[in-house]
Each structure stands twice: as structure tokens, then as C-alpha cells.
């Protein structure tokens, strides 16, 4: 499998390509501010884009969209909520086919109402939901501690401790990690009641 991934943008954006092989069918994850590394490497590898992935519909997640599109002809998937052009939306539990990948949608309400996870050959992109060492803000427009705790503790962490956390951010120690070590390491992770995690996200 060809999983590239691209930090680009002022907000040290993640977004990945990902697809069968070199000169297969695949997808863009939440393409970023300042796309074109992005787009040279769909020409120099020879990715058929079929679908870009929309983790969520925060600017610096979406803001490729349109050149992506343009270029490839890619169709854009986004939660059925998110307030933003879409021509697939999808729902937790819905799937995207691409050549012979899935990717598996988990939504994960809390930094934004539309937030979800996509799962896929051993990874999930978890985009604003959990970051390497950190999880998601709630403080913007959309966002929701009880149900980011949700998302974190009754959703997210019920996942295979063996996928591999490829974020939105490039906040963390090191560009990826897993559910296992997040589980382990992450200290908004750590077992807390709701009342003690909405105590913790205000501090």
C-alpha cells in the first residue's frame, strides 16, 4: 500500500495520500493549506484520486478541496452534517470503497459536530480527534467536551490497540503513533469520570 504522509500549511497541517500501489486508484485525506507538494507527488506517482476524505470541515482541513478536485475529479466525503460542499456524505458505520481499500467511518462528534475517524488497512486518520499525546479542542464553534469524552472513551479507545494513529496535526513527539501507546501515554486518555474529563478540558 502507498500511504504518503504531507505537513504542509502555516498550521503544521497532516495530509496523506493513500492508495493500492503507484499508479492505482486512492484517496486524499483532508487536504491542507498549501497543497501542491500534495498534488506532485498524485502526478509523480500516478494516483488515480477518486475521493478526498474530509475528517472533519475546520478551514485547514478542507482548504485543498477544490484544487484536489479540480485536478483529479475526486468526489469529496464528508460527515452528513458537516457544513461544507459535499458529494458523498456518510454516516458512522458507512464504508468507502476505493480499487481494493476500505476506509471505515467512526463518527466522532466533539471538536466539531461532523468529526470522524476513518479506519483502513491497519491505520485510522483521526484528524482534530486525537492528536499524538493530545486530543482535540472543544472551544470553537461545534465543539463539545461530554461529547468528545464519549468519542475519546466509548469509541476511539475501543479500536485495535495495533492501528496505527495518523493525525490531523503534527503536534505530537513523533508524526504518528498507536492506539496502544495512546492508550498508554496519552494523558487526556487517562481514565476520568465525564464530570472529572469536562473539570480537566475547562483547566
Known sequence: MLLDQFRIGPYLNFTYLVAEEPGGEGVV???SFGIDPVLEAIDARGV???YILNTHSH??????????KERTGAKVVAHRVAPIH???????????????????????????????????????????????????????PGGDPAELYDSLHHRL???????????????????????????????????????????????
Open 29 to 31: 485525506i483532508d487536504p
Open 48 to 50: 488515480k484520486v477518486r
Open 59 to 68: 478551514p485547514d482541513h478542507i482548504a485543498g478541496n477544490q484544487d484536489v
Open 86 to 140: 459535499q458529494d458523498i456524505s456518510v454516516s458512522d458505520g458507512d464504508a468507502v470503497a476505493v480499487g481494493g481499500l476500505r476506509f471505515h467511518v467512526v463518527h466522532t462528534p466533539g471538536h466539531t459536530k461532523d468529526s470522524v475517524l476513518y479506519i483502513f488497512e491497519g491505520n485510522v486518520a483521526t484528524g482534530d480527534t486525537l492528536f499524538v499525546g493530545e486530543c482535540g479542542r472543544t472551544d470553537l
Open 157 to 203: 479507545l475501543t479500536l485495535d490497540d495495533a492501528l496505527v494513529v495518523l493525525p490531523g496535526h503534527d503536534y505530537g513527539t513523533t508524526p504518528t503513533s498507536t492506539i496502544a501507546r495512546e492508550r498508554e501515554e496519552n494523558y487526556t486518555l487517562q481514565p476520568r469520570t465525564l464530570d472529572e474529563f469536562l473539570k480537566f478540558m475547562r483547566e
